[in-house]
């Protein structure tokens, strides 16, 4: 990756990698503007900012080093359609980088503890957006994708004091889990999208999971999954091949 053509962005260092034209990175910068990243022009790598790398969406061995790093790189795809970022991946990524909310305002939440729990949210969620005039097979994979993550964070993520998994092995036992182990599904509907967000209080999703995916996506079975032991990162995979997420359709 070449860090010569950069702009500093409050301590993060912006990138094209070698998918990309450097020019791209002055194209970039009013979507990140947006977003609420101030930028200006760097003479040359300052040191120690945090790198925020661009590519074109398909990870390669490449990000996987990126990853490495301590603080790993942040990796933001050119996803619209005139090759830029996205303005709404901006606009998160800017509430991420400033600790705000990461939903929109008006978000329902939905405390989850049981089956029946999951059920019900994931019908809601999908009624959202059909009255929001999404059609029914956005609707549809909505539902999907709730189902997806809230099983994920209400089995896979609980562990107890040895950090043993409490419920993922018995799945079909379990219709409900202890008051202490219930998580949070949050969404909203803005813009035509539909944001989703899932809390529990075992952790998250780290760069690490992600770094042997992307070293390995030469030799990959696209559209395979890495199951390790379960957690916070075992449902980003299928609930974002549901929704068209293409970096994450290529992990192994």
Known sequence: MSTAPHLEAGGLLLIADESLSPALVEQAAPVLAQGGMALCQGPGSPSGPRRLVLFDGKLTPAHAEALRGEPPSLLLATRASDGRPS???ARLLG???RGAPLLPAGASRHRLQSVADINATGEAAARAVTQARGSRTAAALVGDVVHELAANAMWDAPVDA?????YAHRRSEVREVAPEDACELSYVVEE????LEVVDRFGGLRPGPLRPGAGRVGRARPGG????RGGAGTAAHPGAQRCGGRPCGRWP
Do not use: I, K, N, S
């Open 87 to 89: 303005t709404w991946e």
């Open 95 to 97: 509430d991420l980088l």
């Open 162 to 166: 040895q950090g043993q998994h409490r």
């Open 192 to 195: 035509g999208r539909m944001w």
């Open 225 to 228: 999954c890495v199951r390790r």
